[in-house]
């Protein structure tokens, strides 16, 4: 039988749990509408109480940052088995679970909230743009890129930011076929700079030869070919 009394957090564990209750939150609606009193409603402990654990609501919103782009980062992260498009499709349908779980904080974020410019925050919005490079670079085998694949690869990476900033403003293409097209984008985007040079012509070569009929590569080609005809 329950006595009704709670259980007296620990410090790192309200630090967690306020970081959990102001991401929820941040994750809702932009950070700058969000107060430091609903953040502790939401908590059940008073706004003093916040601000005993953090100075206030900025330092709140970079330890959820954190929080949110290690969570993001470990998205981009995907098993070396099977065709590169399928994985590619898969790290951005986890991309976009992300987006979508997370669509005002992500705006903000990426459009400018109230930690942005923030050394801390860029720090981590580059540290998982750097996860994510890097992950893109393993999936092709690749240890140190070549200027242009390197261009490309970086390229892509903002046009999946900016593809899902403008899917959430209004969300009029189904999600789906953003997924698929970012794929396509890259496929794209490596082929034009193949043309430009030996060493990247050799990469595409390499990333199309096990890539079946029916995966998202094969079904760019035969979009274009069919536009061809």
């Given at each position: 039988?329950?006595?009704?009394?709670?259980?007296?957090?620990?410090?790192?564990?309200?630090?967690?749990?306020?970081?959990?209750v102001a991401l929820e939150l941040f994750s809702r609606r932009s950070p700058d509408e969000v107060s430091i009193d609903e953040i502790a409603s939401a908590a059940g402990i008073s706004r003093p109480l916040v601000y005993h654990y953090f100075p206030g609501k900025l330092s709140l919103y970079e330890a959820a940052l954190k929080r949110a782009s290690e969570d993001l980062a470990g998205r981009f992260s995907e098993?070396?088995?099977?065709?590169?498009?399928?994985?590619?499709?898969?790290?951005?349908?986890?991309?976009?679970?992300?987006?979508?779980?997370?669509?005002?904080g992500f705006a903000a974020l990426m459009r400018g909230g109230p930690a942005v410019g923030s050394s801390a925050t860029n720090a981590l919005i580059d540290s998982v743009r750097q996860v994510a490079y890097e992950q893109i670079l393993s999936h092709l085998g690749v240890t140190e890129a070549p200027a242009r694949l390197e261009l490309v690869v970086r390229s892509w990476i903002s046009l999946a930011e900016s593809t899902a900033l403008i899917w959430l403003d209004g969300r009029r293409i189904p999600r789906g076929e953003l997924e698929v097209q970012l794929v396509h984008d890259f496929a794209?985007?490596?082929?034009?700079?193949?043309?430009?040079?030996?060493?990247?012509?050799?990469?595409?070569?390499r990333m199309v030869e096990d890539e079946p009929t029916d995966g998202p590569f094969a079904d760019l080609a035969a979009r274009l070919v069919a536009l061809a005809g």
């Open positions: 039988m329950s006595t009704g009394v709670r259980r007296r957090l620990g410090v790192e564990e309200r630090r967690q749990q306020l970081i959990g098993p070396h088995e099977g065709p590169l498009g399928a994985r590619l499709l898969r790290v951005m349908r986890r991309f976009f679970d992300f987006v979508d779980e997370h669509g005002p794209a985007l490596t082929a034009v700079s193949a043309a430009y040079d030996e060493e990247l012509s050799a990469l595409v070569k």
